[in-house]
């Protein structure tokens, strides 16, 4: 599903270059649960960016459901998240003024997909994450760990090809997380393919696989 080779990843203040990611290799599988886990400034929420097209490399390929992401347009990257990707994020990424379900339903309508299906779409994902009955709240009105949930409905809700996560449990407390996590479980269990950055070794050890990365680099990988 996604392979990367010797991917780099320089970042330049003036004349002043950080080298964050030194050249990596990996490769996931269709249907894989992968944590990547690593101390602070490792390179791991990087090294996400980069392999779910939200960032763009300095050097090395990435190979994603097929494609090469360096030989595709702006344009088709846009198009790619959009209708191949789900992302969580963990400061949630919710639109303050829109309902839970309004906020599921936009990426959806966003890919032409017609308003009625959308929010039926929209409204079976929510469900699924336990929030049936907080549809028509504002972010607001819902918890911490509510609104991580109705991140995850957006970010699965059309059935993307890998669903990415940025240290989702990170501002939730320990029954939210717990919540949060159980529920990657059950999606990847229904054949989903997840790529999560945490640094709760706990959760991570709920993944099939943990890459851990130390300076740029992949230093080991554990099976679970």
Do not use: W
């Amino acid at each position: 599903m996604i392979e990367t080779k010797n991917l780099v990843k320089t970042f330049k203040d003036g004349e002043a270059e950080t080298k964050v990611l030194k050249g990596i290799d990996f490769k996931t599988e269709d249907g894989e649960f992968v944590a990547i886990m690593g101390r602070s400034g490792a390179g791991k929420s990087t090294f996400l960016y980069l392999m779910s097209l939200l960032d763009d490399s300095t050097g090395g390929e990435i190979i994603i459901d097929g494609k090469n992401a360096h030989k595709m347009t702006a344009e088709e990257k846009t198009l790619f998240r959009l209708e191949k990707c789900g992302y969580v994020f963990q400061d949630y990424a919710l639109l303050p003024d829109l309902t839970a379900l309004e906020n599921v339903a936009l990426p959806l309508l966003m890919q032409n997909i017609g308003r009625k299906k959308a929010y039926a779409k929209a409204r079976e994902a929510l469900i699924k994450v336990k929030l049936g009955h907080r549809l028509d709240n504002l972010p607001s009105h819902l918890s911490g760990g509510e609104q991580q949930r109705v991140s995850i409905a957006r970010a699965v809700a059309h059935n993307p090809k890998i669903l990415f996560a940025d240290e989702p449990t990170a501002n939730l407390d320990n029954e939210s997380s717990k919540a949060v996590v159980e529920i990657f479980k059950e999606i990847h269990l229904a054949g989903q393919t997840i790529i999560m950055v945490t640094h709760e070794e706990q959760y991570a050890k709920m993944a099939g696989r943990v890459i851990h990365l130390d300076d740029g680099k992949i230093v080991s990988v554990q099976k679970n």
